[in-house]
Every structure is written in structure tokens, then in C-alpha cells.
């Protein structure tokens, strides 16, 4: 006999006509939000890309000098660093070229990077190193679970976004990084006056990020609409790939409001 479609089974389960059964399959699609905050959906892929032999000794030498591995507890972001300073978080880093130059010409910041990407890792370690900073830290972990359990509320001076995987296919924009829910959840974790830093080659992603941070009432945009570029933000290799393909930059600058 043939196996019945899971579809079927529940319409004669329910004993629902098709068109009712139709409606509950697609309420139990995941809606905005739903998936991107439990971890079963994911904003990024996790690729097996080769690591250099460089990459993989900075990570062994100096890994526990810089990567703080992932509890799930919430963390003491004075504990992590010498000198006390406001914190700024990257999503994302990639390479980490944008993330040292950035802690170098803003030393008055300690930053803690967040990537998946082990090759990124290790670089962002050699030039942590070959450069002496010591106001970098890094979590290899998915970044929102990272936000959601490990930063505590209110605890950070900043938020980088650059160059985000832009999930172009309508179909993958609930893996967009930039979406109501967790724009919600990074806005609870800057203090007043934070900002937060979203940068984009992709023009519809943009326009997209830009509703989802309107939709933020803890948010202000501090510019009409897209924001000029900050000159300390350094150029990385995305920013070379768009101009060489004859795209722009996208850039939103927001701040956190004080409770009233
Ligand atoms: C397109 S790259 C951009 C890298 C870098 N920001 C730049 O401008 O060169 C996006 C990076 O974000 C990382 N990423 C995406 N979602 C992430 C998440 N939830 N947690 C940590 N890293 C994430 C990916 O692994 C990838 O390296």
C-alpha cells in the first residue's frame, strides 16, 4: 500500500475538509521571528573552507588569550578585558579586517567579534597579534544565541553589522540576520545612547534592514534615510567586490533612545 502523505494523514486525523487543513498547514509555517530565535533556523552556513597552517597555529598558540568560549551564561564584559572600556560588538566578522583596524584607530572601545567561520578566526588572531591589540575578543559561535544568553541587557556601547549574508531569495529571508525579531534583541542589549551600525552592497536588503529598525521603537535613525559613510570604517574585500561590480553601499546608523 502506499504511504499516505503527512498532509493526508492529518486532514483524516482531524477529520478537517482540505481547504481547513490547507489554512493549519500554513499557519504552522514559521512566521517572522519564529526559527531565527529557538536556533532552528540559521543565518549562516557553515562551510568546511580550508584553514591556512598560520590560521590554525594563531588559533592553537593564542586562542585562549583571545576566544571565550561559549557557556551560555551571561557574561561580565568588564572581566574580559585590562582596561574597562564601553563595549562593541561585531556580527560577523569574517576575516576580522574590518574588526582590527577598527580596534586600532578607535582604541577607546573593546570589541568582541562574533563569527562561525574558523578560517576567520585565526586570521583576525594573527592580526590581533602582529599588531599588539589587547581590546579584541572573540566567541565562535552563532551570534544570536550569543546575544540572547550571553550579553547581558544594556551592556553594549555598539553594534557592527558589515556586509551580512543578504539571503537574496524571497523563500531565505527568514535567515536574514536583519529581521524584526532580532533587531528587537539586539536594541535590548545597547545601552542608551548605543549604536548600531548595519553596512550593505544589496539595495533591497537594505530596504529591508531599514524597516525592520523603523519598526524599533527603542531606535532612531540618525540620518533622513541611509547614512554617509563613517570615515574610521575601513573598505573589506566585499566593499571592493561590489564597486568592481558597479554597486554601492548601503549604510544605517541608529541610535537607542533613553526610556521615557
Ligand atoms: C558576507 S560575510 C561578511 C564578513 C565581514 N563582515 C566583511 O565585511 O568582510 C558574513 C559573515 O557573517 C558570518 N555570520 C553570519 N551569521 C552569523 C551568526 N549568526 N553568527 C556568527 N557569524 C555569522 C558568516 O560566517 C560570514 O563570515
Known amino acids: 500500500m502506499p504511504r499516505a502523505e503527512p498532509e493526508t494523514r492529518i486532514s483524516e486525523a482531524a477529520g478537517m475538509p482540505a481547504e481547513a487543513q490547507r489554512t493549519k498547514a500554513e499557519d504552522q509555517r514559521p512566521k517572522e521571528g519564529e526559527g531565527i530565535l529557538d536556533g532552528s533556523i540559521h543565518t549562516f552556513v557553515l562551510r568546511s573552507g580550508r584553514i591556512t597552517e598560520a590560521q590554525r597555529r594563531a588559533i592553537e598558540r593564542f586562542g585562549p588569550k583571545y576566544i571565550i568560549p561559549f557557556t551560555g551564561a551571561p557574561l561580565d564584559p568588564d572581566s574580559l578585558f585590562a582596561d574597562k572600556k564601553p563595549l562593541v560588538l561585531e556580527i560577523g566578522f569574517g576575516m576580522g579586517q574590518a574588526t582590527w583596524k577598527i580596534a586600532q584607530a578607535r582604541a577607546q572601545f573593546n570589541y568582541l567579534g562574533i563569527e562561525v567561520h574558523t578560517p576567520g578566526v585565526g586570521r583576525l588572531i594573527i592580526d590581533l597579534e602582529r599588531h599588539g591589540l ?28 558589515f556586509y551580512p549574508d543578504p539571503w537574496p531569495k524571497k523563500r531565505h529571508h527568514k535567515r536574514r540576520l536583519m529581521q524584526d525579531a532580532v533587531v528587537a534583541l539586539m536594541a535590548a542589549k545597547l545601552v542608551a545612547g548605543g549604536y548600531l551600525y548595519f553596512v550593505t552592497d544589496i539595495e533591497e536588503y537594505a530596504s529591508y534592514a531599514k524597516a525592520s529598525l523603523d519598526s524599533c521603537a527603542a531606535l532612531k535613525n540618525q540620518y533622513e534615510s541611509y547614512a554617509p559613510r563613517q570615515e574610521w570604517r575601513p573598505e573589506t574585500k566585499f566593499e571592493h567586490f561590489a564597486k568592481d561590480s558597479g554597486r554601492g553601499t548601503f549604510e544605517l546608523l541608529y541610535i537607542k533612545g533613553s526610556p521615557s
Not at 544570536?144 to 553594549?156: A, G, R
Request: glycine share 4%; no cysteine; hydrophobic share 50%.
Open 134 to 161: 589587547e581590546n579584541v575578543r572573540i566567541i565562535q559561535h552563532d551570534a544570536i544565541e550569543v546575544l540572547k544568553v550571553m550579553i547581558p541587557p544594556e551592556s553594549l556601547a555598539g553594534i557592527h553589522i
